[in-house]
């Protein structure tokens, strides 16, 4: 397969209902920043598209919980992730939103060209959940219940979030509505089907083996195997017709006489999101939006998250190729999920960080963007779920980028200025072994950028940093300074550091694009431009100069001050805070400090318990005791008489009939001059507050407790 002459970029459309999260960073845009910035150096041509997905059931909901308009909820989260996306680097070419008018009109044409055909759609009258107390039927988003695959009991009426799995709403076990909480009625409705299941043939050749219509598409082995394996897995149970339309009051109508109250699926006008994205941003510049989406030398790639990929990887290729004339992706590198600390981001309990609230919280964190970018990217969960640990983020900050990188960076341009005024030193011209080496780290690099693992590369980056700081340790030149201050080693040494730093000036920009400009002033050098990197590349292998001799440098600055520092505690300050308010969280959840643990004892000591499970029969007060009640216990073979400290907690009347656990085999002791033949099971809680131990009702009286 030939190389692509463009390149169209996606990333999932978030949905606009709410703050985005460092999991959706780490999912489907900072790893398609790092490609698109890549191909932008190597000065290719490329579009990424993304922009908010503001239809569905996500918005109304969120709408109805805050009390306002779907628009007031859109407009609010459309403007916050995107302000934020810009914040962090995330360099789109166009985020657009699917409440635009030219959206609603690019959906509506894909829908009424399939309708047209005659042969893609049928018209189903089936049954849906209704929700009587709120009048209206229930879109997939609105009706929760126990996943059939997996047992997970958060599962919604599309999907399952837990495993994964794409359901339908009957398919849940004990569904309810999200909005009365009740069990939804089923009432007939009509809706509109796409013919998903006759396009399964094509679409399994061209999964499994790459091909499309007998040619070579695009090579499955570039894919990653969990994509390839969710979608194979998903053709094997069958594929179904889909309905596309739903009952709902928001959302792109059906364009049809007879379809009043219908609207369009989310995940069918979601994904046209990037056509009409693409459209938006030629019409503002001037181009043609046609050759990205019609021209087969383009190059489609979707960036998403796992939870996505059947959508992309089957119902929107199918709805492209039904529409005729539209290039299908040439891979979907989706990320699995990450975590947070050990457990899934939650917002209901507070769990995670957003990232608007990464930025505000680190307003005063030198190079706070780049600190994130970094500590995601080496977390990032391209073929499993990863983790993000703010100790990791210290360690990833203090050890890698400020020790390793930015260490080296300073240390060059110090020798540079101490033993050159500044400029860096003549030598001979030629690839040396020390040059050599450094074109092997970044055709590694670069080689694991286009196969979609920007993690790997992001390792070569520090390695290539670790290299410098190594070759330059190696020579030591302010040893050699002081005996032979005009040694040819000196001047060689700083001069090929100067080419690592260059070099380095360049590939970081794709991970860490607040810090290539600030590397490339201290090197005296300008921004980074499209097309900068095919030139460094070329020079670095035919062994020119990535930095002239002659040319001056400018001053050494701390790219990345030390999150531990003696002297500054300041940024450790902030990272401490973040840790109590999670500790906060789990003592929260965790409740009130237990008591300790008594001393260890062995089994033999536990079987010498007698406990019997019994029924209280009778209770009174002990006289001129306040804490203690007289107990009768029925343990089937006998009636015992037990004195319980329990007056405080439970009125006399209260407990009769009460099933315990008594232990049967206490020696007998006198309280209050009544003889106490056992004692009850309680369990207390940090209030003091007493309850029974109780086998289940029903249970019978007499019977061993083991």
């Known amino acids: 397969m030939d190389q692509p002459k463009r390149y169209l970029i996606t990333s999932a459309l978030p949905y606009a209902n709410g703050e985005l999260h460092l999991g959706h960073l780490a999912g489907a845009y900072l790893p398609a920043d790092i490609y698109v910035r890549y191909l932008r150096l190597l000065g290719k041509d490329v579009v990424w598209v993304c922009g908010s997905d503001e239809h569905g059931a996500a918005i109304t909901m969120r709408a ?7 628009k007031e909820i859109i407009d609010k989260y459309h403007e916050l992730n ?23 009109e690019t959906s509506q044409d894909f829908f009424l060209r399939l309708h047209e055909k005659g042969d893609e759609f049928e018209v189903r009258t089936t049954k849906q959940y209704y929700d009587a107390d709120f009048d209206q039927f229930l879109a997939d988003r609105y009706i929760k219940g126990t996943c059939p695959r997996c047992g997970h009991e958060e599962a919604y009426g599309d999907q399952c979030e837990n495993c994964g799995s794409d359901l339908s709403p009957i398919e849940l076990i004990d569904p ?25 043939a094509w679409l399994r050749e061209w999964i499994a083996t790459g091909k499309l219509d007998g040619e070579q598409h695009h090579n499955p082995d570039n894919w990653k195997k969990h994509v390839i394996g969710q979608c194979l897995s998903w053709l094997d149970n069958g594929l179904q017709p889909r309905s596309i339309t739903r009952d709902l009051d928001w959302g792109i109508s059906v364009p049809l006489e007879g379809a009043e109250g219908k609207v369009l699926y989310v995940w069918f006008d979601a994904p046209i999101g990037y056509i009409s994205s693409t459209k938006q941003w030629a019409l503002e510049n001037g181009t043609d939006w046609e050759q990205y989406w019609r021209d087969e030398d383009t190059a489609l790639i979707h960036f998403i998250g796992k939870d996505n ?3 992309h990887c089957i119902i929107f290729p199918a709805l492209l190729r039904a529409y005729g004339g539209y290039v299908l992706p040439q891979n979907v ?35 706070k963007e780049d600190a994130l970018r970094y500590a995601l990217l080496r977390n990032l969960p391209e073929n499993r779920d990863s983790d993000f640990k703010w100790d ?3 360690d990833y900050h203090d050890k890698e980028l400020a020790d390793k990188l930015g260490n080296f960076l300073n240390r060059v341009i110090v020798l540079t200025n101490k033993y050159f005024d500044g400029q860096v030193p003549e030598v001979q011209p030629g690839v040396s072994d020390a040059i050599q080496g450094a074109i092997e780290l970044t055709d590694k690099l670069t080689a694991e950028i286009e196969a979609f693992s920007f993690k790997q590369a992001g390792l070569y980056l520090i390695e290539l940093a ?8 190696d020579v030591s030149p302010w040893k050699i300074w002081k005996t032979e201050p005009d040694s040819p080693l000196i001047k060689e040494c700083i001069y090929v550091s100067l080419q690592i730093a260059t070099l380095i000036s360049a590939l970081c920009e794709p991970f860490i694009p607040f810090t290539s ?17 095919t030139e460094v590349l070329r020079k670095l292998k035919a062994g020119e100069s990535l930095l002239p001799a002659n040319h001056r440098v400018g001053e050494p600055e701390v790219l990345f001050p030390k999150i531990h520092d003696r002297k500054d505690t300041s940024r450790l300050e902030i990272i401490n805070r973040q840790k109590e308010k999670l500790e906060a969280i789990l003592a929260a959840e965790r409740g009130p400090e237990r008591e300790p643990m008594k001393p260890e004892i062995q089994f033999d000591d536990f079987v010498k318990l007698d406990l019997r499970t019994g029924t209280i029969t009778a209770a009174e007060k002990v006289p001129k005791a306040d804490k203690l009640l007289k107990l009768s216990v029925d343990l089937a073979s006998e009636q015992r008489t037990v004195v319980s400290g329990i007056a405080e907690h439970y009125k006399a009347e209260e407990i009769v009939g009460k099933q315990v656990v008594l232990v049967a085999n206490l020696a007998p002791r006198k309280l209050r001059g009544i003889l106490s033949q056992g004692m009850i099971l309680m369990a207390e809680n940090a209030d003091g507050k007493l309850v029974f131990v109780s086998p289940e009702d029903g249970f019978g009286n007499g019977w061993t407790v083991r």
Request: proline share 6%; charged share 25%; no cysteine.
């Open 333 to 367: 590198p989706a990320n699995q999920f990450l975590n947070f600390e050990g457990q899934k981001f939650s917002k209901s309990k507070g769990w995670g960080i957003e990232q608007h609230a990464y930025l505000d919280e680190f307003a005063d964190f030198p190079n």
């Open 176 to 200: 309810v509505s999200t909005l009365s909480g009740k069990k939804p009625e089923l009432r007939e409705t009509q809706h509109w089907y796409f013919k998903l299941d006759e396009h399964e």
């Open 309 to 311: 990929i059947v959508f």
């Open 82 to 104: 995107k302000a934020t996306f810009k914040k962090l680097g995330i360099s789109f070419d166009y985020y657009h939103r699917t409440s635009a008018q030219l959206h609603h």
């Open 517 to 533: 400009p600030r590397v490339r002033k201290q090197l005296n050098l300008p921004p980074l431009e499209n097309g900068d990197l």
């Open 64 to 70: 109805k919980k805050e009390g306002i308009s779907p």
């Open 466 to 473: 670790s290299y410098g700081n190594t070759y330059l340790q």
């Open 392 to 394: 990791e983020y210290v």
